[in-house]
């Protein structure tokens, strides 16, 4: 269901960047930079991500697509109370943390004015094992498969600056009114009627290349399947 008003707006609660560092997992070490730190003051918001910020690994991380991860607040109430412990502002891993603006009233190919930077909606994030090792929960990201509420990725449109307390705006809604917890719910979805909700995902050209990719993939093994029969 989508919400009654067309443009929501939020609140930018805080900016965090993170470089990488090492954790121990199963006995090894990972390099990750899934630990966000708040800034204060002003943060440039540029193409390349929030600036400041590092990835481990660029090749599943950062990018054009994913200059930047948004998640809401409004979630932590959820995730405290299953996790068992206090949330606080770049916990998840995220650069930019907002109330309200959550999953389910957000559209891929929505474009949020966050101070003077422009940004598009691009797919919903997907945590790999990392998260679950951050956070001594290794059950987390097959919750958030199950739930959603992992955030979104965003690319830059306009660079610009922002800092906490600065309202956040839906500049523009996507016409198709796909919201990224129905992108991400036809990502794992294996009903019958799966191919044509793939293909209305598909239709919103803001997309991320990654899940382009892998619905593409799937509709293409679906289809040689059926041909096949």
Known sequence: MKPAHDHPYGQLLSIQTGKPEQL?????????????????????????????DAQAEPSAHGGPDKAALLFSAD??????????????????GENLTVAGMTEAEINI?????????LFEVTEPRQPCYKLGVWLDQPKLPLWVKETGFGGYYLRVLEEGIAEAGVIVQVEHRHPLQVSVMEAFEVFYDRSEGWSERAKHVLEVEALGQDWTHALQLRLNKNSALSEAE
């Open 24 to 52: 121990t997992h199963k006995g090894r070490t990972i390099l990750t930079a899934i630990n966000k730190q708040p800034r204060t003051g002003a943060v440039r918001l540029l193409q390349g991500g929030v600036e400041g």
């Open 109 to 117: 190919g929505d474009r949020l004015r966050i101070g003077s930077a």
């Open 75 to 92: 979630r932590y109430s959820y995730w405290q109370d299953r996790l068992g412990r206090p949330m606080r502002p770049g916990l998840f």
